[in-house]
Each structure stands twice: as structure tokens, then as C-alpha cells.
């Protein structure tokens, strides 16, 4: 399905006319051009082709800029229509888009789908058990829930979900916190036990020297050497 109502790239006022000679067919139309069904209620053929309008007279504007700018909100309009299947019998002609004062209209019709369409997404986020109405419903206000009473409700659910999401966003840093701490700490007993094997290797392997080494600071000792002495023994044999 094309997700377009009108066509920019070709004239917009040709598919204005194409439009308004289908719609004058039809019920709408026939209410549109004559009121409420009645005395004045006429035959189709008493309503105007598009080309038999005066321009003064056609029910649509005229005016370049006017019919590019409602083209936009017409394709805006659409989209959301096609994007939550709305009734197709609830969508407007294309040749309506162009009314003078209509762009209201339409802008309150986005706005409404909009919401509509905020609150199905919510359902799915929620997972709302309960079935909605639909949004064709909820549109034409058919519903045994209204669009209002349903963003009420949601707005406690919102809270809530919100509330119950940072209890389990803290759970899980707490629980990261936790895991973080059991590393570092299996880390540090590792390398305190490196270290302690590094320390016993050099004992071991220095063993033989510090034996030669106690033996000669005894004899030093015992000729009446000073620790001074030593140190300056050896500072002079590094040098």
C-alpha cells in the first residue's frame, strides 16, 4: 500500500479533480454539497464536475503555495492512518485536504493519532494483558475505553514500570559491584601469592651467598671491624 496520499511530484490540482468527481458520486459527497438529507437532497448530476467550477467557487483553495503546504499534512495525515490501520472508510478524499480552514482539521487528527499511537506502543512495552480497543475505536471514540481513560491508567502504570526499572537497574549494579570486588580481590590474593613465591625463590637461590656473608661479617666483627667499616668496604668495591 502506498504510504502517500498525494503525489508531489506530479500536479496536485489534477488529483484534486480526479478526486472530487469520485467523491461527488457518493453519500459524503451529496451531504457535502446539499446538507442533510431532505428536500434539498439532489441527484449527483446536479453537482459540478471539477473543471465546471469557477475558481472563485470550487470548494478546494487554488492558491500553489497553499496546496503544497496541505499536501504535506495530507501525507502526514496518511501515514499515521496506514501505520495503525485506521478504517479506510474514516479517511478523508484527497480533494477534502484542500478546504479552506481544513489544515485544523488535519492538524488535530495527527495530534489524536499520535496519541493513539503512543498509547499502543505503551501496551506492547507494558505488556498490557488486558486488549485494548482498537485504534480505529479509539479514533472514533467507539471504544468501551476511552483514549483518556486509557493515558490515565497508563500514566500510573508508566510510574510504576519506572520505579520497578530503577529497582532492577540498582539490583543489577549492586550485583556488577559485587562481581567487580570477588575479581579484584581474587587479583590481589593472586599477586600477593606471585609475590610471596618470588620472595621464597629469592631466598632460596641467595641462600649459599648470605651464608659466605654472615660467616665474613663474624670475622669483621670479631677484628674489631664497625658496621661503618662494611659499608664503606663495599661502597668501595662497587665503585
Known amino acids: 500500500m502506498a504510504t502517500t496520499l498525494i503525489d508531489t511530484r506530479k500536479p496536485i490540482m489534477e488529483q484534486i479533480h480526479a478526486s472530487w468527481n469520485e467523491y461527488r458520486r457518493t453519500e459524503e459527497g451529496m451531504l457535502f454539497m446539499f446538507g442533510s438529507v431532505g428536500s434539498n437532497y439532489n441527484d449527483y448530476h446536479n453537482i459540478p464536475l471539477a473543471k465546471d467550477f469557477a ?11 497553499v496546496l503544497e503546504r496541505n499536501a504535506v499534512h495530507a501525507n502526514k495525515l496518511i501515514r499515521l492512518y496506514i501505520s495503525l490501520n485506521i478504517d479506510v472508510e474514516r479517511r478523508i478524499p ?6 479552506t480552514g481544513v489544515v485544523s482539521e488535519i492538524k488535530e487528527q495527527i495530534k489524536l493519532l499520535k496519541r493513539i499511537q503512543k498509547v499502543l506502543k505503551l501496551e506492547q512495552e507494558l505488556e498490557v494483558h488486558e486488549p485494548l480497543p482498537s485504534a480505529t475505536s479509539l479514533f472514533t471514540h467507539t471504544g468501551n475505553l476511552s483514549l483518556d481513560e486509557i493515558e490515565d ?8 514500570a519506572k520505579k520497578m526499572e530503577k529497582i532492577k537497574e540498582q539490583k543489577k549494579r549492586n550485583a556488577a559491584l559485587k562481581r567487580a570486588k570477588k575479581r ?4 590481589d590474593s593472586e599477586k600477593r601469592k606471585r609475590e610471596e613465591k618470588k620472595v621464597v625463590a629469592w631466598i632460596e637461590a641467595t641462600k ?5 656473608m654472615l660467616k665474613m661479617w663474624k670475622v669483621m666483627e ?4 664497625t ?10 668495591q662497587l665503585d
Open 153 to 160: 491508567d497508563f500514566k500510573v502504570n508508566v510510574k510504576e
Open 222 to 225: 670479631r677484628d674489631g671491624y
Open 227 to 236: 658496621i661503618r667499616d662494611v659499608i664503606e668496604e663495599l661502597e668501595r
Open 208 to 212: 649459599h651467598s648470605k651464608r659466605d
Open 55 to 65: 475558481k472563485d467557487d470550487a470548494p478546494w483553495s487554488t492558491k500553489q503555495s
Open 184 to 187: 579484584q580481590a581474587r587479583k
Open 94 to 99: 484527497i480533494c477534502l485536504f484542500f478546504e
